[in-house]
């Protein structure tokens, strides 16, 4: 049976374990077992940075001994996807492991920028808009930074979006099974072995 890493901010939720559990039984349902943080426990530590070192470390054995991983880019305190879920994805795409990835927010990432700049946008003579900070914005109808779509999509995964309502922005499950759908349809993917040399352009129109 293959194995999927769950990647996303949820384990950083009040009820971490109640939405940990909720995504492992609909991934055992499409065929899958997985491998979610937090499943096992870590020793206790001599210090604060010891102990995060070995939570890195467990995740990172987690991930290799995954075949592929579905990753939460859900913006998490602020416009951006999680910064440990973005590490996450980038290191199995480097891995050419099975990829997708999801977003329960609507806004593409030009749209989230025009918000965080307060709309306050302007064009340069060569055509780049610009922040008021005088920083260029990506708007390239992606769910998120480009090599983050580019990286997983290239890799035959998804990234799907779905627009949840707030209350539910991080338990709402709808995208994620999106990714679950595609990637059952595609494991013979992970059997034949993704080299960096094989890596589908298909989807640069």
């Not at 922005?169 to 960096?196: I, S, V």
Request: with cysteine; aromatic share 8%; net charge negative.
């Amino acid at each position: 049976m293959k194995k999927l890493y769950i990647a996303g901010p949820e384990v950083f939720l009040p009820n971490a374990r109640e939405q940990m559990d909720r995504k492992a039984a609909l991934v055992r349902h499409h065929g899958f077992e997985p491998l979610c943080p937090g499943d096992l426990d870590i020793p206790a530590q001599k210090t604060k940075k010891a102990f995060g070192q070995a939570i890195s470390r467990v995740n990172e054995g987690m991930m290799n001994d995954a075949d592929g991983v579905i990753a939460n880019l859900t913006p998490f305190r602020g416009e951006w996807a999680d910064v440990g879920t973005v590490f996450e994805l980038g290191y199995m795409c480097a891995l050419n492991k099975l990829v997708s990835a999801y977003s329960n927010v609507a806004d593409d990432h030009y749209q989230r920028l025009l918000r965080y700049y307060g709309n306050v946008i302007t064009t340069d003579a060569a055509g780049y808009k610009r922040g008021p900070d005088g920083l260029s914005l990506e708007d390239f109808e992606m769910a998120d930074n480009l090599m983050l779509d580019g990286g997983v999509e290239r890799r035959r995964g998804i990234v799907a979006v779905h627009g949840a309502p707030k209350e539910e922005l991080y338990t709402d499950l709808t995208a994620f099974e999106a990714c679950l759908k595609h990637l059952a349809a595609n494991r013979h993917l992970a059997d034949q072995g993704l080299r960096p040399d094989e890596l589908d352009a298909s989807n640069d129109d």
